[in-house]
């Protein structure tokens, strides 16, 4: 984990400090700031590779650094919540926010997950298939460039949309559950994995369909899954 840095933002300081001690074990630099506007500046002065981000915060809270940092880099964002935050955890998934810890968070957890979205923001495109790019009718993903387009215009993903859309790419016309689609690409068991896949498919579909409630490409197969449409 040499040479990543990542950015932790909370408005209190023994929790910047108590993820700092962690991250520092597995040789992570740490770049603090204590809400979303310091977070920001700091996003101009360093690279930053992953963001750890609080939902509460005075002067500007999670969401609204989630996304203003979405207007300008897909990096790896997880938020920090409280479990009296269900309803702002759906929201900063919708915003553009890859995963969420809830407090008080078993550093295990933290650190696995830390883990987990710095592999897959280094090494996308990993998945089965020698096809460096992919066309289904105008949606094409080319593997080596990580990029996304539809009818030739360029689509901003984030990591875990990206890896999300190259799962289904690959395996066109092929239903996958809920379940198989978090397991792939959070590298995790999909326990009560509904809300989270279905905010990042709707998501993928605001960027991808020219009419998100009539999908062309990215499909629902009701009660199993989804797919895309060959």
């Not at 500046?41 to 500007?60: A, C, N, S, V």
């Not at 949309?161 to 068991?189: A, C, D, N, Q």
């Amino acid at each position: 984990m040499d040479n990543f840095c990542i950015l932790v933002v909370d408005d209190e300081k023994e929790i910047r400090d108590a993820i700092e001690i962690y991250l520092s074990y597995e040789g992570i630099k740490v770049i603090q700031a204590q809400d979303g506007i310091e977070a920001l500046e700091k996003l101009q002065e360093h690279t930053i590779h992953l963001i750890l981000l609080d939902i509460m915060m005075p002067r500007m809270d999670g969401i609204a650094a989630t996304f203003k940092i979405r207007e300008q880099k897909n990096i790896p964002i997880i938020l920090l919540s409280a479990k009296s935050e269900d309803t702002d955890k759906i929201l900063g998934l919708q915003v553009g926010a890859d995963d969420y810890v809830t407090k008080p968070f078993n550093p295990l957890e933290l650190m696995a997950r830390v883990k987990s979205q710095l592999r897959r923001y280094v090494s996308l495109g990993t998945y089965e298939g020698t096809a460096k790019v992919i066309d289904l009718n105008g949606l094409t993903l080319d593997r080596e460039t990580k990029e996304v387009k539809v009818i030739g215009e360029p689509v901003k993903l984030t990591p875990i949309e990206y890896k999300m859309t190259e799962l289904l790419m690959s395996y066109p016309g092929r239903v996958f559950s809920i379940s198989e689609i978090y397991e792939r690409v959070w590298k995790e068991p999909g326990y009560n994995a509904e809300n989270t896949v279905a905010v990042h498919i709707r998501k993928i579909r605001e960027k991808i369909e020219i009419d998100p409630k009539n999908p062309r490409y990215l499909k629902v197969v009701w009660g199993i899954g989804y797919k895309m449409e060959k």
